[in-house]
């Protein structure tokens, strides 16, 4: 009959104690839903912050341990002069938060968030109301300003009028013609191109435009664009990017959707964690949650 102390060191083997299986290092990317573009009000609304980004590395894992990852969801299409803040997301007791809103002309300001709200045209009957959003990600409690990121949203502009781009995670939003939005940051030499856009998160959404001046942008890395007046160029934020949704305007009078957020979580050599959508690349192995889930370590 084994030795009990066999038994108990092949049962530690077995979930993954002792020589069997130690802890690991994982690095991870948590990227918040990003604002909705703002309502037009007047004329012209301001871009949505994108959600904040946090990327920190070389974090131990114990394993069999188990994981709560909640994936936040975008800014919902706004269709009054309240814009919508993007969800935050969550992983390994950190938060990423949800991006600002776009500001509606004379009406209401750009939303604080991970990367701020754009603010609508600071013009027009409704009064000037100029302020756009701050970004939050940097400066919540704690060591978070070392690997949070995140920018203040574009204030908007006088003339040509238009309102302000939204803060993107690597950019603040333009203030200025043509207001686009801030841009992301570039993770790619992290986790490679396959996600996000070509590997870029949480750019800002595009503002609001003057006609005959150039469309505002959306930020590289999922932002929305935005649309000059009488145009219905405005796009929501992309999916799983974190992105802004574009401003409103005159003839699209909904500040567009922000893009809802994404966790991605790699580590070296074979998988050892389980969920999400496992792949593997450049001697990496990558949990991607597009939804909320655990990760089992």
Same mark, same amino acid.
């Not at 009959?1 to 530690?12: D, G």
């Not at 776009?102 to 750009?110: D, H, L, N, T, Y």
């Not at 909904?254 to 050599?269: L, N």
């Given at each position: 009959?084994?030795?009990?102390?066999?038994?108990?060191? +092949?049962?530690?083997k077995a979930f993954g104690f002792g020589s069997a299986r130690g802890p690991y290092n994982i690095d991870y990317l948590i990227v918040a839903g990003g604002g909705s573009g703002g309502y037009e009000a007047s004329n012209y609304g301001g871009g949505g912050g994108a959600g904040g980004l946090i990327w920190k590395t070389s974090n131990t894992i114990i394993p069999n341990t188990v994981n709560s990852i909640?994936?936040?969801?975008?800014?919902?299409?706004?269709t009054s002069p309240t814009s919508n803040i993007g969800s935050d997301s969550t992983a390994f007791s950190l938060t990423a938060k949800g991006g600002g809103g776009?500001?509606?002309?004379?009406?209401?300001?750009?939303s604080d968030g991970g990367s701020g709200g754009g603010g609508g045209f600071p013009g027009g009957s409704g009064g000037a109301i100029p302020n756009n959003g701050d970004a939050t990600q940097p400066t919540q409690a704690g060591d978070s300003g070392t690997y949070g990121f995140g920018n203040n949203g574009g204030s908007g502009n006088d003339d040509p009028n238009g309102g302000?781009?939204?803060g993107g995670s690597g950019a603040v939003g333009q203030s200025d013609t043509p207001c686009n939005g801030g841009a992301g940051k570039d993770m790619s030499g992290f986790v490679t191109t396959s996600y996000g856009v070509s590997g870029w998160f949480a750019g800002g959404g595009g503002g609001s435009n003057q006609s005959g001046y150039p469309t505002p942008a959306g930020g590289q890395g999922g932002g929305g664009s935005g649309s000059v007046f009488n145009a219905t160029s405005?796009?929501?934020?992309?999916? +799983?990017?974190?992105? !802004?949704?574009?401003?409103?305007?005159?003839?699209?009078?909904?500040?567009?959707?922000?893009?809802?957020?994404?966790?991605?979580?790699?580590?070296?050599?074979?998988?050892?964690?389980?969920? !999400?959508?496992?792949?593997?690349?450049?001697?990496?192995t990558y949990h991607a949650f597009t939804s909320s889930a655990n990760f089992t370590a």
């Open positions: 009959m084994p030795r009990l102390s066999s038994l108990a060191n +092949n049962a530690a909640v994936i936040g969801g975008g800014g919902a299409a706004a776009g500001g509606a002309q004379g009406v209401a300001p750009g302000g781009g939204g405005s796009t929501a934020g992309t999916v +799983n990017t974190g992105g !802004g949704g574009g401003a409103g305007v005159s003839a699209q009078t909904t500040g567009q959707a922000g893009g809802s957020g994404v966790v991605i979580i790699r580590y070296s050599g074979g998988q050892q964690g389980t969920g !999400g959508i496992v792949t593997s690349s450049g001697g990496y």
